[in-house]
Each structure stands twice: as C-alpha cells, then as structure tokens.
C-alpha cells in the first residue's frame, strides 16, 4: 500500500492536502511509480516553503499513490530524451531537485515520508533527509545509478557516505536493491512500520505529534541481510581503487565474488566516479555534497555511458549496455577528475540567502 486510502483521480503530478494538522504530499504517477519530474519537484519546493509558515500545519507526510512505491526515482526515459536533444532540461531539473533535498534536510517541521515499497534515486531524496523516515516490509531502496552508467546523486554520497564501515561503499557501486532493514542499518531510515499499519499511522499523525504517533505504530525491525555480510565488506571495500576492491572481492568467498561479478557488469567510468565520489564527499555538508553531485552530473550528460545505459535498461531493454571504456582498468585517473572540475557560471550554489530562508 501506498499508506493513505485512494485519493481522487486528478490530472496532476503531485497532490496537496491538509488533514487536521498534517500537509499531505501525494507522489501521483503510479504507473510510473511516482518518478518525479521538473514540475512535481518545483510544486514540492512552493508549498513545503507555504507551509513553513503556515502555524496550521504542525507536520508533512509524503507519500506515493498506487501499490507500488513511494518514488523510482527521476524520469529517466525524459533524461534520456533530453540528453538526445543535446538539451538543458536535465541540468534545470537537477538544480530544482538538488534545492529540494536541501529544503527538506533543514525543514523546521517534522517531515515524514512513508518509504514503502519501491524507493529509488530522486525517492531517497525526498524521503532519506527527512527527519522522519518510515520503512516497512516492503521497502526495496536503493541507489542503482552506476546500472545506468550514472552516479548516486541527490545527496546519496553524502549518505552512503556516513554508513557503518564500507557498507554505503558497498550499496553505491553495486546499486543494489536494499530491505527497509537494510536501510535502518545504513542509516538511511528511522522506523520500521508494517505496511498494512500505515493508513492507521497517517490518521494518527493529523492529530498527536510525529514523535507520539510513530511512537505507537513502530515495531522491531526484521534483521538486515546487509548487516550480516559487514565483515567481508569493510574488508573488501576499504581501498580507494576500484581494480584493487573487486581483487579483494574475487577473493572473498562466494558473496562477495557475486559483489565482483556485478561490479564489473556496471559502468566502469560510472564505478570510478562514484567511489571517487564517496571518498570526496566526507566532511562536506549536504549543500556541498549537493553541489559536487550537480556537478559531476551534468559532466555525465555529455558522457557515452549514461545514454547508453538508459538506452539498454529503460529504452530499448536488451540489458546489454557497450560500456567505453569497456574495462574499469582502461578508466584512467584523469579521466576520473575530470567529473570534478568545476563548471563556471553554470555551477550550481546552494549557499544564497535565497536557499537559506525557509
């Protein structure tokens, strides 16, 4: 379930209501599962900024519409069109997007985003900086971007960044699907809610407090399968090269050989950047993080990989992406750096007074 009964059909994108003392977002593209686009994430960031202000409003909930999730993510399939356009739409709704993680990190109100069912990408976005996070047994997170020959953005370095050992390490460059468990265990939820209890849980949170509702519906969380294979993963994950990471893995018994195996099927430019990524973004704030995302992203736009990657999972569908280079051997330092190089007037600053003001 999404958590909230049915709303009405409605043509738009995303949904506001408020119900007692809870504004509630409503993600609505179910058959898209909820990928967000540039106007559902501009229409997020004008009304979470209203209701900062509004002392009728005591707490957000966002939700997805639909049986399938919370949010897949961004719309990729509009990515890739774009990028064939040789257009900036991509970079315009990533700066609109990246504002909006920032938002809700600082947001002076309890923010809770109900994480059930598929929760990808631009869904971790919205719903892991949050201050309330709620998974349930249907929770499958994740950052899968290095599939797409891409990189784990919206503040998602800075995140996995922080987990327990090299677990996010772990996460990041195999884009691999996560338990809500798992998701407590990196650090990237809060609460652990059956599923079927969540209709009850946004009741409750129109009239008590987050803290008093959640209170009552949260339950002992299942164990994490992630956490149990911590061990030969900070042993594998702990260096900084990415050739010496899957040596370690081909060495470490049958777990962490599957590890290897889907490692090197990713994007080896996409693997490179994203643990030089993860390595960069310790010690930076979230609006710094965001701001080295922005950048590197907008270096992918004029890669090979990202559009051959969508084309092979999203387009075309025939899984067989032709990676250049095709080898994580032949992706050379240089050419690592270069992602990070700054990008003049078309950086991206999240530090103006603008962005500071609720």
Known sequence: MGGLPPEELASDDVLFEKRGNLGVITLNRPRAVNALNTGMVLAMLERLTAWADDDGVQTVLVHGAGERGLCAGGDIVAIYDDMLRHGGETADFWAAEYRLNSLIARYPKPYVAFMDGLVLGGGVGISAHGSVRVVTERTRTGMPETTIGFVPDVGGTLLLSRSPGETGTHAALTGAHLTGADALFLGLADHFVPSENLPALAEALE???????????????????????????????????????????????????????????????????????????????????????????????????????????????????????????????????????????????LHSKESDHV
């Open 207 to 349: 009239s008590s407090t987050a803290a008093d509702a959640v209170g009552r519906f949260a339950q002992e969380s299942p164990a994490s399968p992630l956490a149990a294979q911590r061990d030969w993963i900070d042993a594998a994950y702990a260096s900084d090269d990415a050739e010496e990471i899957v040596a370690r893995l081909r060495a470490g018994g049958d777990e962490a050989a599957a590890a290897a195996d889907t490692i090197e099927s990713k994007s080896p430019t996409a693997v490179k950047v994203t643990l030089e990524s993860l390595r960069r973004v310790r010690g930076l704030t979230l609006d710094e993080a965001l701001e080295q995302e922005y950048r590197v992203g907008v270096r992918c736009l004029t890669g090979a990989d990202f559009r051959e990657g969508i084309r092979a999972q999203v387009v075309d569908k025939d899984r067989n992406p032709q990676w250049k280079p095709p080898s994580l051997a032949e992706v050379t330092p240089a050419d690592v750096g270069r992602f990070f190089e700054p990008l003049g007037d078309r950086e991206l600053k």
